[in-house]
């Protein structure tokens, strides 16, 4: 089993940038692959980026050069750091923790999710 909770969300004007943090609990959080989805009102949740427990990396092209996914695996925490943010990146977004890949499938644990909002 494995808990995951989100922090960093908020209100943020448009070009600004906001950092994410996930934190997990459980001794095997090194062995999953950990990521971000997103959910913006009305819309299905998407995916953003993932950080592979092999040390790989793969971000939606919506979000690349911008979003940047990392891991600390000492502290058991994800993290994602989002720059240049745009009003369309106003969306709940979500820790997920996986065996398989995030981008192909539904993870195995969601967090509860983080609201990000950015102002025009």
């Known amino acids: 089993q494995v808990q995951l909770v989100e922090s960093g969300g908020g209100l943020v004007q448009a070009g600004g940038s906001l950092r994410l943090s996930c934190a997990a609990s459980?001794?095997?959080?090194?062995?999953?692959?950990m990521g971000w989805f997103r959910q913006e009102p009305g819309k299905e949740r998407e995916f953003v980026a993932e950080?592979?427990?092999?040390?790989?990396?793969y971000s939606a092209d919506s979000v690349k050069g911008r979003f940047t996914i990392s891991r600390d695996n000492a502290k058991n925490t994800v993290y994602l750091q989002m720059n240049s943010l745009k009003p369309e990146g106003t969306a709940v977004y979500y820790c997920?923790?996986?065996?398989?890949?995030?981008?192909?499938?539904?993870?195995?644990?969601w967090g509860q999710g983080t609201q990000v909002t950015v102002s025009s």
């Open positions: 997920a923790a996986s065996r398989n890949y995030l981008r192909f499938g539904p993870p195995d644990y």
């Open positions: 459980g001794r095997t959080f090194s062995t999953y692959n």
């Open positions: 950080f592979l427990w092999t040390g790989g990396t």
